[in-house]
């Protein structure tokens, strides 16, 4: 590695067996100003700052006090509820391993699995007031699977939201260029008071990432409705 003549900029020498996207990544992350912040402030990623940057606008984390955060790997958004919001019991669950966060209860298991959602409400003891998903699938370099195999996890996660939350509480999602599905957007506005596109300043301009913000839960109104709402209730599309 060798320093360039630009201030604070730092130049990758290219190995032989290291890619020219890796390569490319490795740049990225070196000069980026967010992850140096992260870095110096103690968060766990610079997706922190996304979640912050969408608090200050929206006022979703403060007043939580139940809070589900599907994928949670490496921890930077429970890091943050925990921070804003002291009091909140806060349970994640990711495929990959994450280091124990105070006052943080996660679970290294797929999302997916049938069980994952009753553990979740097992261990948060009381129904979430906010749902948050940064989920994303592995990428295979093809942008419409790679698309539909994200929008799959986003749409578990909403129904997840809308099966658990409190009447009142939010839902905040990843999802990819050309935002939420249309199916998807219908049920999420049939179930919030406002359901709104976000691209915070710490999402990478070149990032195709938008968020979901779903706030105003409406409720549900009887075990019945729910049941026909989305095939028989099970809230897994």
């Known amino acids: 590695m060798t320093r360039g003549t630009g201030v604070g900029r730092v130049r990758v020498k290219t190995a032989k067996r290291r890619s020219e996207q890796s390569t490319r990544w490795l740049q990225r992350q070196l000069n980026d100003p967010y992850v140096k912040k992260a870095r110096a402030e103690g968060w766990?990623?610079?997706?922190?700052?996304?979640?912050?940057?969408?608090?200050?606008?929206?006022?979703?984390?403060?007043?939580?006090?139940?809070?589900?955060?599907?994928?949670?790997?490496?921890?930077?958004?429970?890091?943050?509820v925990r921070k804003k919001s002291p009091q909140a019991k806060v349970v994640g669950i990711d495929l990959l391993p994450v280091d124990p966060i105070d006052g943080v209860t996660i679970f290294e298991m797929d999302f997916m699995d049938e069980s994952a959602d009753?553990?979740?409400?097992?261990?948060?003891?009381?129904?979430?007031?906010?749902?948050?998903?940064?989920?994303a699938a592995?990428?295979?370099?093809?942008?419409?699977?790679?698309?539909?195999?994200?929008?799959?996890?986003?749409?578990?996660?909403?129904?997840?939201?809308?099966?658990?939350?409190?009447?009142?509480?939010?839902?905040?999602?990843?999802?990819?260029?050309?935002g939420t599905d249309g199916d998807l957007l219908t049920v999420l506005k049939k179930n919030f008071t406002t359901v709104k596109h976000a691209k915070p300043p710490s999402s990478r301009k070149g990032s195709v990432e938008w968020f979901v913000v779903a706030q105003g839960f409406k409720g549900r109104p009887d075990a019945s409705a729910d049941d026909n709402s989305h095939e028989g209730g099970d809230w897994r599309p």
């Open 44 to 80: 766990r990623s610079r997706a922190a700052f996304k979640l912050i940057e969408l608090d200050e606008k929206y006022s979703l984390v403060k007043k939580a006090r139940h809070v589900v955060d599907l994928g949670i790997a490496p921890g930077g958004w429970s890091q943050v």
């Open 118 to 135: 009753a553990k979740l409400a097992e261990a948060l003891g009381d129904a979430p007031d906010l749902v948050l998903s940064d989920m």
């Open 138 to 178: 592995n990428t295979v370099g093809h942008p419409q699977t790679d698309h539909l195999r994200t929008m799959a996890l986003v749409e578990a996660a909403a129904w997840f939201a809308i099966e658990h939350l409190k009447p009142g509480g939010a839902f905040v999602a990843k999802v990819f260029a050309g």
